[in-house]
Structures are given as C-alpha cells and as structure tokens.
C-alpha cells in the first residue's frame, strides 16, 4: 500500500542548477520524512518534518509540505554532481513509515 | 561508531533453502526494522520491533520469521527461500518509533534465490 507517490520518476540536471522533487500522500500524517539512497547503499535520513510545520532547512535543503494538498517538495539547490542519487520520501501517520518509490537525480557536471 | 552492521552482504540460495539475515546496532535504539527494496517498488516493511521483546508483521511477512535477540539486534529468517524473495534487505533502527524519528539505514543484503 503506497502512500507517498514521488514526482518526477526521474530528473536529470548540471551542476550548479536547482533540483526539486515532489511528494504526494494519501491520509493524514503526523509526519514526512526525506531520505537519500546513493546506489548500492542504504537509505541516508535528510528532513523529518512534522504536520504543524510548513517549512525546514538544512543547509542545501529545503522541504516544505501542505497538509491541505497532501503533498510536499524538496528543493536542492546548488546541485553537485555528489547530489546525484534516489530520494525517497516517507509518511507517518500511524505505526509504519511508507516509502514512496523514489525520484533518481542525476546531477552532471 | 559503527550504526547499523547487516550481515552477509551478498547470498545466493537454491529454492527451499534457509538463513537468517543478520542485524546488529550499536546506537540503544529501542526499535528495529526489516524492509525489503525491489526495483520499481520502493521499500516495503517485512517486520518490525517496536522495543525489545516484541514483534509486529509489516505490509509483507509472508514467508519471513523474526528474532529481537536483544536490544542490539535483530535477525530475519527466510525457512523456505523462494524466486519471489530475491530482493536487497534492508534492516534499520530508530531510537523512538518509526513515524516519529529517523530511520537509521544498514547497506544491505542483497539476496538471489535461484
């Protein structure tokens, strides 16, 4: 059962450029979670960001989620060609996190 | 500082094998997780253990077994390996549980059954 559905599948940008990858949920979430996975590795933590909040940084990164449209987006900028991954987001609302199935970033110089 | 060690790495098995994938972390996080990674489906949740001593099925236990050994770790047992349970596992902790906290990924098991 999918929750978070992330949009693009797939995005293919240079250095230097911004990147911004989108997530869409289905119920309501106490809330979402960014991860990184470069290939052949296993899941980084980025963002959690709760349902009260609308916005959170840390330092290239910026998330912001609407509880209204059930959605959310990370937004990279600045991409380094060390940027290039999948990115996963995930949503919490009961007793399991759900992972979407991910957007691949490729970042070339 | 270790985090979270999976063990073996790689594994190939014949159909109607057994093993157990291993699981240790060293961060006293009170919950611990088993996913399984197929291409095209993201992460799907096998198994998880909210604090020592307990065990909960996720959204595809069939054909899996699990062990809370101790706080540290936390084994994934496949009794009679089938085609379908060729996959990467991954197992993971967090120090509360999962919806409210990080996760905390190890690199994985990546298991064929032939």
């Known amino acids: 059962s999918q929750q978070g559905e992330e949009d693009p599948q797939a995005l293919s940008i240079q250095e230097g450029e911004n990147a911004t990858m989108n997530c869409s949920y289905k119920?309501?979430?106490?809330?979402l979670q960014w991860y990184r996975q470069n290939s052949g590795r296993g899941l980084v933590h980025l963002i959690l960001?709760?349902?009260?909040?609308r916005e959170k940084h840390s330092g290239r990164l910026r998330v912001t989620l609407d509880t209204s449209k059930k959605s959310s987006s990370l937004l990279i900028t600045a991409s380094r060609a060390a940027d290039t991954a999948s990115y996963f987001c995930?949503?919490?609302?009961?007793?399991?996190?759900?992972f979407g199935k991910g957007t691949t970033l490729s970042v070339s110089s | 500082n270790a985090g979270v060690t999976q063990t073996p790495k790689f594994q190939v098995l014949k159909t109607g094998q057994s093993m157990t994938l291993q699981c240790a972390q060293d961060m006293n996080h009170n919950s611990m997780y088993w996913y399984r990674q197929d291409p095209g489906m993201g992460l799907r949740l096998i198994y998880y253990?909210?604090?020592?001593?307990?065990?909960d099925k996720g959204e595809v236990p069939n054909g899996y077994n699990v062990s809370r050994l101790n706080k540290r770790e936390f084994s994934l047992r496949l009794e009679s390996a089938a085609p379908s349970q060729t996959s990467v596992y991954f197992c993971a902790s967090s120090e509360l549980g999962q919806t409210n906290s990080p996760l905390h990924f190890g690199n994985g098991t990546r298991l064929t059954v032939t």
């Open positions: 960001i709760r349902s009260n909040e």
């Open positions: 119920t309501s979430i106490n809330n």
């Open positions: 995930a949503t919490g609302g009961g007793t399991a996190l759900i």
């Open positions: 253990s909210a604090s020592e001593g307990t065990t």
